[in-house]
Structure formats: structure tokens, C-alpha cells
């Protein structure tokens, strides 16, 4: 069926060089991993951010699309199944999915990843860890040359409930932050984001992390915190870059 499509070297580049390697990247994750060939329902998680509107896109060009229930992130991507005419499923119907594309932050050398920049990390880590397989779509800029906190700068986003959020800056900073703020809506909204799941989020900056399991375990175990921005323990399955020549690579 991927033949019917246009492929990706016959479309015009775009204007902006970055979303022509945001949508390389896409495009090749939804090409190589997608069950193009699928006739019974196929579950997708659809996840949150400006690169996987690309990858949603190329999913809406495909003509079995109607086989497809899409599993959204959070209200953006919602939006970004209904505008692409796909199915709307909630996780709570179809709580295993077959494959989920979603951007990063950052990727390290192992996989891991630093997500939440756009405030939806919950729902997609609910989406990611339900599925069987997850794929990484980011641009160039996301790769870290080692570590996690070497590219990506703002800080691991925490997910917090908003009561707790006094106690858990505090309690970061005991396990080694050097600098954590609760993330405000800035000329957009007076006061702090709040989440789809109307929670806060804090952004803390631990430096160069080399063993993120356990910093995502430390987090995690304070009283108040929902989840982490750090996705670990092997849960994507591989990343597509598309980088600054209008190519595109990968990692598994
Ligand atoms: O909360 C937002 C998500 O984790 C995004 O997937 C992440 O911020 C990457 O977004 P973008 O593709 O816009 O760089």
C-alpha cells in the first residue's frame, strides 16, 4: 500500500529546513514500522508535540486508515487524529496498542528519553509503556551525543500534583538538583501550565544524568509526584532523526 503514497524525496521540501527534518523523520518511522498491510483493527497511540504532527499526517495518507483507532496523548493530539480523519479511541477501551510514534526532547546512546517539553509527558508514557512497539520521531537537535541533560538544557520535566508542589522543589533539590521551577504560562497564561491532567509541572535541572533509571526511581518515589519526564528501561524500540541535509537516520 506504501506504494500509493507519494514518497518522501517527490515532495517539495518546506520552508523552514527544520520541519522538512521533523517531517523526514516522521514520515520514514510511519513508512518502515507502520502494519501497512493490515486488514482487521489496528490500535495506534498518537503522541504529542510539532514532530508527530507529521507522523499523524502520514498516518491520515494511508487508504485503510479507517482500520486504524487512534489512542491520543492529550488534547493536541486529539485534535491532530480528528483533523487527519482517523478513528478516536481512548485508552481505557484499548489499553494494548500495537504501535505508538511520539517526539522526544532528548534520546541518549541507550534509547532513554527526556519528554514532557510540551507539558504531556503522563499520557504519554500511559501511551508508550502500553505499547508493543514505540517509535522515537525528533529532528537532529534531540540526539544527545552521550548522556541525557547534555543537548536538552531546561531540565527533567515532573509531573506534580499542584498541593505538593512546595515539598517536592524541596525534596528535588535533596536529590541533587541544581536548579527546579514549577513551569509558568509566560505571556500565554499568569501563573503556572497546567496539564490535560490538570496537574503542575516542575522542571529540574540535574546536569549530565548517566544513570537516569534511578534518578526517574528517585522521583518517582516522592510523595506528590505523578510521573517523570524520563522514559527508561528500554521503552522505545528505536528513533528516527531527520537531520540537516534532508536525510535521516536511526537508532535501536
Ligand atoms: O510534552 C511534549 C512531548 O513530550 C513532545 O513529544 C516533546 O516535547 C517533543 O516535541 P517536539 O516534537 O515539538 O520537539
Not at 48 to 55: N, Q
Not at 67 to 91: A, E, H, W, Y
Request: contains cysteine; aromatic residues 8%.
Amino acid at each position: 500500500m506504501t506504494s500509493k503514497l507519494k514518497q518522501i524525496h517527490e515532495l517539495p521540501p518546506l520552508s523552514d529546513p527544520l520541519e522538512s527534518a521533523k517531517r523526514v523523520a516522521a514520515y520514514k518511522a510511519v513508512d518502515e514500522n507502520f502494519p501497512h498491510e493490515a486488514t482487521g483493527e489496528v490500535v495506534v497511540g498518537i503522541g504529542s508535540g510539532s514532530t508527530v504532527v507529521y507522523a499523524a499526517e502520514r498516518i491520515g495518507q494511508l487508504p485503510n486508515k479507517a482500520n486504524f483507532v487512534c489512542i491520543p496523548t492529550g488534547f493536541q493530539s486529539q485534535q491532530l487524529i480528528i483533523d487527519n480523519g482517523m478513528k478516536l479511541g481512548r485508552i481505557e477501551q484499548y489499553p494494548e496498542i500495537e504501535i505508538a510514534f511520539d517526539g522526544a526532547d532528548e534520546v541518549d546512546y541507550q534509547l532513554n528519553l527526556i519528554k514532557g517539553g510540551g507539558a504531556c509527558l503522563f499520557q504519554e508514557k500511559l501511551v508508550a509503556s502500553s505499547s508493543k512497539k514505540f517509535i522515537v520521531v525528533a529532528d537532529f537537535r534531540k540526539k544527545s551525543p552521550k548522556h541525557l541533560g547534555v543537548a536538552w538544557k531546561k531540565g527533567v520535566p515532573i509531573e506534580v500534583v499542584p498541593v505538593s508542589y512546595a515539598r517536592v522543589l524541596k525534596d528535588l533539590y535533596k536529590l541533587g538538583a541544581v536548579k527546579a521551577i514549577v513551569r509558568q504560562g509566560g505571556s500565554a497564561k499568569a501563573g503556572p501550565v497546567v496539564t490535560d491532567n490538570n496537574n503542575f509541572l516542575i522542571d529540574a535541572d540535574f546536569g549530565e544524568i548517566s544513570n537516569p533509571q534511578k534518578l526517574h526511581n528517585d522521583i518517582k518515589g516522592l510523595v506528590g509526584v505523578v510521573e517523570t519526564g524520563l522514559f527508561v528501561n528500554g521503552i522505545a524500540n528505536k528513533a528516527y532523526f531527520g537531520e540537516s541535509n534532508g536525510e535521516f537516520t536511526t537508532q535501536e
